[in-house]
């Protein structure tokens, strides 16, 4: 199968797990750390089992499965601030911001491995950070001028994070099974993830939702085992077929999924995501979305 088509497939995916990794946000948690909690629970639930049932490959080296454990790590430590990021904004300013980690691929190769980028190339690249830094504007209280959110800089180490994680990822899968290296990504992804986030108060939650049969409890279960256990490896799948540039670039095609189906949901259903769907936010949100993903894919077709 084409790396193309599975990178496409999990990039679909892993829009819609944000979309609705915000609904159980918005709608039911009560604490930034309870969703980063349940998906670090979820991933070792999924993790150990899968790595009992594959089992160590002959072809295992250690080095290998430290870069699938560097993986694993690094991804929990960017989705752990997604999710706090996503617990105070909307995921359609969220996502797209989060995902430029295309262009740290491209300035770590400049500075530190001598390749070059031509004019053009540049130009996308801050065409880019544009989209990005606009969707991170908020008018002031005034009404007269613009405020730079806090969280930019905090969701552009988040995107610098994720962006190691698919190197780091690659370098794995080109010695590895992919299955092997997706359990050893889930058990290091979750025990980062429970490192950081378990709390008594967000434990005694996780429990409430259970007793109570939360509906929340039906998100989690379709957000983290099926979407993005999917997601994940549809994404080492790709990478173990294709040049990692060009697969990072393509999974930046997300900041434009998430903001059409958060426009989507947020018209269907009111209240759903907290998001503003005023005809100017919607075209703002949009034009900066066209921005990123048409500027990250010049990068990589320029870099691949």
Same mark, same amino acid.
């Given at each position: ?9 999990g ?36 993790g ?16 290998? #499965?430290?870069?699938?454990? =560097? ?5 929990? +430590?960017? %989705? /752990?601030? !997604? ?22 691929t ?32 908020r ?12 969280a ?14 698919? #190197?780091?990822?690659?370098? =794995? ?5 992919? +299955?092997? %290296? /997706?359990? !050893?990504?889930l ?25 109570t ?39 930046g ?9 958060a426009i ?18 919607? %075209?703002?949100? !949009? ?18």
């Amino acid at each position: 199968m084409s790396w193309v088509a599975v990178v496409l497939a999990g990039v679909a995916l892993a829009a819609l797990l944000s979309v609705l990794d915000k609904t159980v946000i918005h709608r039911y948690a009560r604490m930034p750390y309870l969703q980063p909690l349940v998906i670090g629970i979820t991933m070792m639930l999924i993790g150990l089992p899968l790595l009992a049932m594959t089992g160590i490959p002959s072809s295992a080296t250690y080095e290998a #499965v430290l870069w699938a454990i =560097a993986s694993g790590v690094c991804y929990g +430590l960017g %989705t /752990h601030i !997604l999710v706090y990021t996503l617990y105070r904004q909307e995921v359609s300013r969220v996502i797209p911001v989060y995902q430029t980690y295309p262009i740290f691929t491209a300035l770590i190769a400049f500075f530190f491995l001598g390749e070059r980028l031509g004019a053009f190339e540049w130009l996308a690249m801050l065409a880019v950070v544009g989209g990005a830094v606009l969707l991170s504007f908020r008018r002031d209280e005034s009404g007269c001028g613009f405020l730079l959110d806090r969280a930019f800089l905090v969701l552009m180490l988040g995107s610098a994070i994720e962006g190691s994680s698919f #190197v780091f990822g690659k370098s =794995a899968v080109n010695d590895l099974p992919v +299955l092997f %290296t /997706h359990a !050893l990504r889930l058990i290091s992804l979750g025990s980062v993830l429970l490192a950081l986030n378990l709390r008594r108060r967000s434990l005694e939650q996780v429990l409430w939702f259970v007793r109570t049969r939360s509906p929340a409890l039906k998100y989690v279960a379709l957000n983290q085992l099926i979407i993005s256990n999917a997601s994940q490896f549809l994404f080492l799948w790709a990478l173990a077929l294709g040049p990692t540039i060009l697969v990072t670039a393509l999974s930046g095609l997300r900041a434009f999924f998430v903001v059409v189906y958060a426009i989507v949901l947020a018209r269907v259903w009111r209240g759903a995501l907290g998001e503003v769907t005023t005809p100017a936010t919607i %075209t703002v949100k !949009l034009f900066s979305s066209v921005l990123i993903v048409g500027g990250v894919t010049v990068i990589a077709l320029g870099s691949g």
